[in-house]
């Protein structure tokens, strides 16, 4: 099992940033991809950005190419969302998750792929 425990979001003006952390922790010594997903009110949950265990391979939503940059630092147990740019519609409650690493896929879009997720932090985009 493995914790994980997101932080910074908050309330930003449009053309803002703001940078999220999720902290894991428990059984930290296996390998996870990881990625950052969000859900607003009344919708589904949808996918961010992922990143491969090595922190080389990453991917993007389309809505958040160019602006979101995911990144990872294992020996701190961490991985990062910078979000620049931000829009209104990018208001939603962020959710960091891991899913075990087999080895077939070095990153994963699908949200039924993964395995743990945090309690999620909101982040709210005024225009």
């Known amino acids: 099992q493995v914790q994980l425990v997101e932080s910074g979001g908050g309330l930003v003006q449009a053309g803002g940033s703001l940078r999220l952390s999720c902290v894991a922790s428990g059984r930290t010594s296996s390998r996870y991809i990881m990625a950052w997903f969000r859900q607003a009110p009344g919708k589904e949950r949808e996918f961010v950005a992922t990143?491969?265990?090595?922190?080389?391979?990453?991917d993007y939503a389309d809505s958040v190419k160019g602006r979101f940059t995911i990144s990872r630092d294992n020996a701190k147990n961490t991985i990062y969302l910078q979000m620049n740019s931000l829009k209104p519609e990018d208001t939603a409650v962020y959710y960091c998750?891991?899913?075990?690493?087999?080895?077939?896929?070095?990153?994963?879009?699908?949200?039924?792929?993964?395995?743990?997720w945090g309690q999620g932090t909101q982040v709210t985009v005024s225009s």
């Open positions: 990143i491969s265990w090595g922190g080389r391979t990453t």
């Open positions: 998750a891991a899913a075990d690493w087999t080895g077939v896929k070095v990153v994963e879009t699908r949200v039924d792929q993964y395995d743990y």
